[in-house]
């Protein structure tokens, strides 16, 4: 049986991103069902029963992260829609804001009305220019016809939305360097705890939810928990997802099936196949750069949380790359690196030094300048930066060093041993890689 | 079991010792302990003298958790925490020095030592650097990083006083918290991102403001150097002699780095009741006063009234005596009158009135003021005097314009006949003027250095300057502190408090004043509001005289 698009239902729709395309395919008829319906502990019950968990990468159940807000209400709650999307391999949000704005919108709405948030804040990328324009147009939509502002659909229930752009950095989509950046701020991640739900925005307790995930809030209020619940691997991986293909595919790009699609069915039928009929699999990144490599004889796995967690790796972004075997793993990392060199903030000390020096070992073994130390050195380096930073981003570039080495050491032993790279260095600028951009 | 088991099976907790309800009981390295409720990990380590090592944190401002040298073990956290943000629990057992802290420090050590430049041999801060005394305790002692160095601007000045070098600085961020948080300046940032990252000031906003000295003294390693110190010593020569700034009423604890008879650096001494951490520069430089004035080295007679001097201070003094004396003769107390300082010790203004009021009979004493700006809200105080409190506790009377003003007015008028100036120089202040001065037939002047006042005296007798002789002042607040004495006297100096002793005796003054001490017990037992008080009861910090 085919899948049934729940999350891209609309975006093929000429004129997608308008209120009239959205509210003609049943778009804020949850809102309206919540509204009258449920209180917002009901709300979040629901949720809850759902069994949703959190599409920005780390799957924390976002009933639960929503539970976690003080009972106390001597200060206003913010929720901070985290459209940052900016791993590497990843672009599942950016069709959302564009194609379908209404149906984050509504999301929005409901989850600050469960978490009984009043003030909205939706901060979106930088680089997203078009994507910030139609927001802002859905949001005037949106106020226009009553979903936003006072008394809403009159349920009594207020609430604002503000959008603030990003000025284009990585780890603004960090969520306590977010709520800097939102501050007017250098984007620095916060030590934690406090945790954002207790101390926010403007010091005030924050949830701070993904785009995706706010999009699957709105079809919980549509069809109610039982039915969400029922799609995908019940019960820890349930509802539909969002899966970047990117890479050596014939068809790259966003495909929505429910949490839990093999990997392979995934590359070979969604995404149309290997690009090249004669470069086999090689290795697949399943969830974005941060996440941990599967060479190709682990890539028979499901793709869903928990299955990936099992099998090494994690779903992350669910932002899928496809290596075929033409791919040099160590420029493949050096290309990675010099992302994360280039972007990590530099606040504390064994990420903003760690990622550089990545960097220049990977580049002079890729140049063929490598010694047979360096390949253990890197294991090292990065199990001296892992679990040692402010923030996940310590993770995020040493889970791909770490797995990247480990997994194809003998790649990067024989760039020490033949004094270059094999495949002659030509897929990756080694020099616009060596971590001076800045 | 056999006898044999090795005890590094993890031994069983030591029982905690109980908690009250606003305290908590822990392990740290198996050593039970009770703290506060809100101690950190660190500060609690810290109460049983465990250090563990740190950069960013610093008690005086905000924690950033950003060097992660301070990273512990606690049980059942899966990660490592940061001893500086991690509140103390009940119950809880930190490890601060097992071999996964070890060796998560020998890391750090590394990662920070990779873009430094390593350049101790020509860095100021060499000898009390952060990374010297952590690399030798916690560091590999080498180094697996082979590349090229990420390259920053060195002896950049960003201030009138600070030189930045954005090699050595390991990017802890004291600065900026510093120059956000307590100056409240704000005018330091730190720019780009990963491994060129950097400090830096805005632009057209230089690191100018009356505290950015502190900064160089909480930067841990050498990226901060201030200019007036910049290879004048090597740090490890250094002598710090705790004392009190003279600069204003304040009193902010110092220390005075001192080598060679000479006074190298002011810095900052902790003092929770009077001024933390800091001291503002205008204090920080004050120093350097003492060697940039021409100095009063040694007695000076140029009216004699009696006999040949014995030698050069017996006879200033013999001079000094028989020209008051014969004033005194001629035309009676009431032509006797003197100017003290409230920037002189407790010790000094007690003996002034003794001897000047008491026994010589100078009919009028009086204490100028010295006011400039404003009070700050920080430590800077408009009274720019260290003792103008102390001179009101002694009876010689708090600074008064008017008082002054009188007798500069009799002096003028010829009703003065004879003059006493002790630290103070209404010449070259324009209080008095020459023509006035030459109206008089005794000008007796105490200082440390040939002020105008000083070089127009009769007899002018060479005082210690600030750092060269103890004594106890009281600052606004009322607490009395002990400066203290860091360099021996320049020539033939005299405490001012001996020298007047010495006049006196030439009066007849009763007793003998051996020491600054001697003379701060006799004021304690004369004077109500220094009752109880002796050098050794003001101790290191001071103490709050009894308000009358």
């Given at each position: 049986?085919?899948?049934e698009?729940?999350?891209?239902?609309?975006i093929a729709k000429?004129?997608?991103?308008?209120i009239?395309?959205?509210l003609a395919?049943?778009?804020?008829?949850?809102?309206?069902?919540v509204?009258k319906?449920?209180?917002?502990e009901?709300?979040?019950?629901?949720?809850?029963?759902?069994g949703?968990?959190?599409?920005?990468?780390a799957?924390?159940?976002?009933g639960m992260?929503?539970?976690?807000?003080?009972k106390?209400?001597?200060?206003?709650?913010?929720l901070?829609?985290?459209a940052?999307?900016?791993?590497?391999?990843?672009?599942?949000?950016?069709l959302?804001?564009?194609?379908?704005?209404h149906?984050?919108?509504?999301?929005?709405?409901?989850?600050?009305f469960?978490?009984?948030?009043?003030?909205?804040?939706?901060?979106?990328?930088?680089?997203f220019?078009?994507?910030?324009?139609i927001?802002?147009?859905?949001?005037?939509?949106?106020?226009?016809?009553?979903?936003?502002?006072?008394?809403?659909?009159?349920?009594?229930?207020?609430?604002?939305?503000?959008?603030?752009?990003?000025?284009?950095?990585?780890?603004c989509?960090?969520e306590?360097?977010?709520?800097?950046?939102?501050?007017?701020?250098r984007?620095?991640?916060?030590?934690?705890?406090?945790?954002?739900?207790?101390v926010?925005?403007y010091g005030?307790?924050?949830?701070?939810?993904n785009?995706?995930?706010?999009?699957?809030?709105?079809l919980i209020a549509?069809?109610g928990a039982a039915?969400?619940?029922?799609?995908?691997?019940?019960?820890k991986?349930?509802?539909?997802k969002?899966?970047?293909?990117?890479?050596?595919?014939?068809?790259?790009?966003?495909?929505e099936?429910?949490?839990?699609?093999?990997?392979?069915?995934?590359i070979?039928?969604r995404?149309?196949?290997?690009?090249h009929?004669?470069r086999p699999?090689?290795a697949?990144?399943?969830?974005?750069?941060?996440?941990?490599?599967l060479?190709a004889?682990?890539?028979?796995?499901?793709m869903?949380?928990?299955?990936?967690?099992?099998?090494?790796?994690m779903?992350?972004s669910?932002g899928v790359?496809?290596?075929?075997?033409?791919?040099?793993?160590?420029?493949?990392?050096l290309?990675l690196a010099g992302?994360?060199?280039?972007e990590?903030?530099?606040?504390?000390?064994?990420?903003r030094?760690?990622?550089?020096?990545f960097?220049?070992?990977?580049?002079?073994?890729?140049r063929?300048?490598?010694?047979?130390?360096?390949?253990?050195?890197?294991i090292?380096?990065?199990?001296?930066?892992?679990?040692n930073t402010?923030?996940?981003?310590?993770e995020?570039?040493?889970?791909?060093?770490?797995?990247y080495?480990?997994?194809?050491?003998?790649e990067?032993?024989?760039?020490?041993?033949?004094?270059g790279?094999p495949?002659?260095?030509?897929?990756?600028?080694?020099?616009?890689?060596?971590?001076?951009?800045? | 079991?056999?006898e044999?088991?090795?005890?590094a099976?993890?031994?069983?907790?030591p029982?905690?010792?109980?908690?009250?309800p606003?305290?908590?009981?822990?392990?740290?390295d198996g050593?039970p302990?009770v703290?506060?409720?809100?101690?950190?990990?660190l500060?609690?380590?810290?109460?049983?003298?465990?250090l563990v090592p740190?950069?960013c944190?610093?008690?005086?401002l905000?924690?950033?958790?950003?060097?992660?040298?301070c990273?512990?073990e606690?049980?059942?956290?899966?990660?490592?925490?940061?001893?500086?943000?991690?509140?103390?629990?009940?119950?809880?057992?930190v490890?601060?020095?097992n071999?996964?802290?070890?060796?998560?420090?020998r890391?750090?050590m590394?990662?920070?030592?990779?873009n430094?430049p390593?350049?101790c041999?020509?860095?100021?801060?060499a000898?009390?650097?952060?990374?010297?005394?952590?690399?030798?305790a916690?560091g590999?002692?080498?180094?697996?990083f082979?590349e090229e160095?990420?390259h920053?601007p060195?002896?950049?000045?960003?201030g009138?006083?600070?030189?930045?070098?954005?090699?050595?600085?390991?990017k802890c961020?004291?600065?900026?918290?510093f120059?956000?948080?307590?100056?409240?300046?704000?005018?330091?940032?730190?720019?780009?991102?990963g491994?060129?990252?950097?400090?830096g000031?805005?632009?057209?906003?230089?690191l100018?403001?009356?505290?950015?000295g502190?900064?160089?003294?909480?930067c841990?390693?050498?990226?901060?150097?201030l200019k007036?110190?910049r290879?004048?010593a090597?740090v490890?020569f250094?002598?710090?002699?705790?004392?009190?700034?003279?600069?204003?009423?304040?009193?902010c604890?110092?220390?005075?780095?001192?080598?060679?008879?000479?006074?190298?650096?002011?810095t900052p001494?902790?003092?929770?009741?009077?001024?933390?951490?800091w001291?503002?520069?205008?204090?920080?430089?004050s120093y350097?006063a003492l060697?940039?004035?021409p100095?009063?080295?040694g007695?000076?007679?140029?009216?004699?009234?009696?006999?040949?001097?014995a030698?050069?201070?017996?006879?200033?003094?013999?001079?000094?005596?028989a020209?008051l004396?014969g004033?005194?003769?001629?035309?009676?107390d009431?032509?006797?009158?003197?100017?003290?300082?409230?920037?002189?010790?407790?010790?000094?203004?007690?003996?002034?009135?003794?001897?000047?009021?008491?026994?010589?009979?100078?009919?009028?004493l009086a204490?100028?003021?010295h006011?400039d700006?404003?009070?700050?809200?920080l430590?800077?105080?408009r009274?720019k005097?260290p003792?103008?409190?102390?001179a009101?506790?002694?009876?010689?009377?708090?600074?008064h314009?008017?008082?002054?003003?009188?007798?500069?007015?009799?002096?003028?008028?010829?009703?003065?006949?004879?003059l006493?100036?002790i630290g103070e120089?209404?010449?070259?202040?324009?209080?008095l003027t020459?023509?006035?001065?030459?109206k008089?037939?005794a000008?007796v002047?105490?200082d440390?250095?040939?002020?105008?006042?000083?070089?127009?005296?009769?007899?002018?007798?060479p005082?210690?300057?600030?750092?060269?002789?103890?004594?106890?002042?009281?600052?606004f607040e009322g607490?009395a502190?002990?400066?203290?004495?860091a360099?021996?006297?320049?020539?033939l100096?005299d405490?001012t408090?001996?020298?007047l002793?010495?006049?006196?005796s030439?009066?007849?003054l009763?007793?003998?004043?051996?020491?600054?001490s001697?003379v701060?017990d006799?004021v304690a037992?004369?004077?109500?509001?220094?009752?109880?008080?002796?050098?050794?009861?003001?101790?290191?910090l001071?103490?709050?005289v009894?308000e009358?």
């Amino acid at each position: 049986m085919a899948y049934e698009p729940l999350l891209l239902r609309n975006i093929a729709k000429p004129g997608s991103e308008t209120i009239d395309i959205s509210l003609a395919s049943g778009g804020y008829q949850g809102l309206r069902r919540v509204l009258k319906e449920l209180t917002p502990e009901k709300f979040l019950e629901e949720v809850k029963a759902a069994g949703l968990r959190g599409r920005g990468g780390a799957g924390f159940p976002t009933g639960m992260k929503w539970s976690f807000l003080p009972k106390t209400r001597d200060k206003p709650r913010y929720l901070c829609v985290n459209a940052d999307e900016s791993e590497p391999g990843t672009f599942k949000d950016r069709l959302l804001i564009e194609r379908d704005p209404h149906l984050v919108l509504e999301g929005i709405i409901l989850s600050c009305f469960a978490i009984e948030s009043r003030r909205a804040f939706f901060y979106i990328r930088g680089e997203f220019h078009k994507g910030a324009r139609i927001f802002a147009r859905a949001v005037e939509e949106a106020y226009a016809r009553g979903f936003l502002g006072k008394n809403i659909l009159g349920s009594g229930y207020d609430l604002e939305v503000t959008i603030y752009r990003g000025a284009g950095a990585y780890i603004c989509g960090e969520e306590t360097a977010l709520l800097e950046s939102l501050e007017g701020k250098r984007g620095l991640p916060r030590i934690k705890p406090p945790f954002p739900a207790i101390v926010g925005l403007y010091g005030c307790p924050t949830i701070i939810n993904n785009v995706e995930t706010l999009a699957n809030v709105t079809l919980i209020a549509e069809r109610g928990a039982a039915w969400y619940a029922g799609i995908g691997r019940p019960p820890k991986n349930t509802g539909p997802k969002l899966y970047c293909v990117s890479g050596h595919v014939k068809r790259p790009g966003v495909y929505e099936a429910a949490l839990g699609i093999p990997l392979m069915e995934l590359i070979n039928e969604r995404a149309g196949g290997m690009l090249h009929a004669d470069r086999p699999l090689k290795a697949v990144i399943p969830g974005g750069s941060s996440m941990r490599i599967l060479p190709a004889a682990k890539c028979d796995v499901l793709m869903d949380f928990d299955s990936l967690v099992a099998a090494g790796s994690m779903l992350g972004s669910a932002g899928v790359v496809v290596m075929d075997q033409s791919t040099c793993m160590v420029g493949a990392l050096l290309n990675l690196a010099g992302f994360y060199a280039h972007e990590s903030c530099g606040q504390c000390t064994p990420c903003r030094e760690g990622t550089g020096w990545f960097v220049k070992i990977l580049t002079r073994l890729e140049r063929g300048e490598g010694r047979a130390e360096d390949v253990d050195l890197l294991i090292d380096v990065a199990s001296r930066v892992e679990g040692n930073t402010i923030c996940p981003f310590g993770e995020a570039i040493a889970w791909p060093i770490d797995s990247y080495v480990k997994t194809f050491r003998a790649e990067f032993e024989a760039h020490v041993t033949r004094r270059g790279c094999p495949k002659g260095a030509a897929a990756f600028e080694v020099n616009a890689m060596s971590g001076t951009g800045h | 079991m056999a006898e044999t088991t090795p005890p590094a099976t993890p031994a069983a907790q030591p029982a905690l010792p109980p908690a009250g309800p606003d305290e908590v009981a822990l392990t740290i390295d198996g050593r039970p302990l009770v703290v506060k409720k809100g101690t950190t990990v660190l500060q609690a380590a810290e109460t049983i003298g465990l250090l563990v090592p740190h950069y960013c944190y610093h008690p005086g401002l905000s924690i950033a958790g950003n060097c992660r040298m301070c990273l512990v073990e606690i049980d059942k956290m899966p990660k490592l925490q940061i001893g500086c943000a991690t509140q103390a629990a009940q119950g809880m057992v930190v490890r601060t020095a097992n071999e996964r802290v070890t060796r998560m420090r020998r890391g750090i050590m590394e990662f920070l030592l990779i873009n430094h430049p390593l350049d101790c041999p020509i860095c100021d801060q060499a000898g009390e650097c952060r990374l010297q005394q952590y690399e030798a305790a916690y560091g590999a002692g080498f180094s697996r990083f082979n590349e090229e160095k990420v390259h920053a601007p060195k002896r950049e000045s960003i201030g009138p006083h600070v030189m930045f070098d954005g090699e050595r600085c390991i990017k802890c961020t004291r600065c900026i918290r510093f120059t956000d948080e307590v100056s409240q300046s704000h005018e330091l940032g730190l720019f780009q991102r990963g491994d060129h990252a950097i400090i830096g000031t805005f632009p057209g906003k230089p690191l100018d403001n009356p505290y950015s000295g502190n900064t160089v003294d909480i930067c841990p390693v050498g990226a901060l150097t201030l200019k007036e110190f910049r290879f004048k010593a090597r740090v490890w020569f250094l002598k710090d002699v705790p004392s009190v700034c003279g600069g204003c009423a304040r009193g902010c604890n110092v220390n005075l780095a001192t080598y060679r008879n000479r006074i190298h650096r002011m810095t900052p001494r902790f003092n929770p009741e009077v001024n933390d951490y800091w001291m503002c520069d205008p204090g920080r430089l004050s120093y350097q006063a003492l060697e940039e004035r021409p100095r009063l080295a040694g007695p000076v007679v140029r009216r004699a009234a009696g006999a040949g001097p014995a030698d050069a201070w017996s006879g200033a003094l013999d001079a000094a005596a028989a020209l008051l004396r014969g004033v005194k003769e001629r035309s009676g107390d009431q032509a006797l009158a003197a100017l003290v300082s409230a920037r002189l010790t407790v010790e000094d203004l007690f003996m002034a009135r003794r001897v000047l009021a008491e026994t010589i009979g100078v009919s009028r004493l009086a204490v100028p003021p010295h006011q400039d700006g404003e009070d700050d809200r920080l430590l800077i105080r408009r009274d720019k005097t260290p003792n103008g409190r102390g001179a009101a506790l002694v009876g010689v009377g708090a600074p008064h314009a008017g008082r002054v003003r009188e007798i500069v007015d009799d002096v003028a008028t010829g009703r003065v006949r004879a003059l006493v100036v002790i630290g103070e120089d209404p010449l070259g202040e324009g209080l008095l003027t020459s023509a006035a001065l030459a109206k008089l037939e005794a000008l007796v002047v105490i200082d440390w250095w040939r002020s105008p006042t000083a070089e127009a005296a009769d007899v002018a007798l060479p005082a210690c300057g600030y750092g060269e002789a103890e004594g106890v002042f009281v600052n606004f607040e009322g607490r009395a502190q002990r400066a203290r004495a860091a360099v021996r006297p320049t020539g033939l100096a005299d405490p001012t408090w001996r020298i007047l002793a010495a006049l006196g005796s030439r009066f007849g003054l009763p007793g003998d004043y051996p020491s600054a001490s001697g003379v701060f017990d006799e004021v304690a037992a004369t004077a109500p509001a220094f009752a109880g008080l002796s050098y050794r009861a003001l101790g290191e910090l001071g103490v709050r005289v009894q308000e009358t």
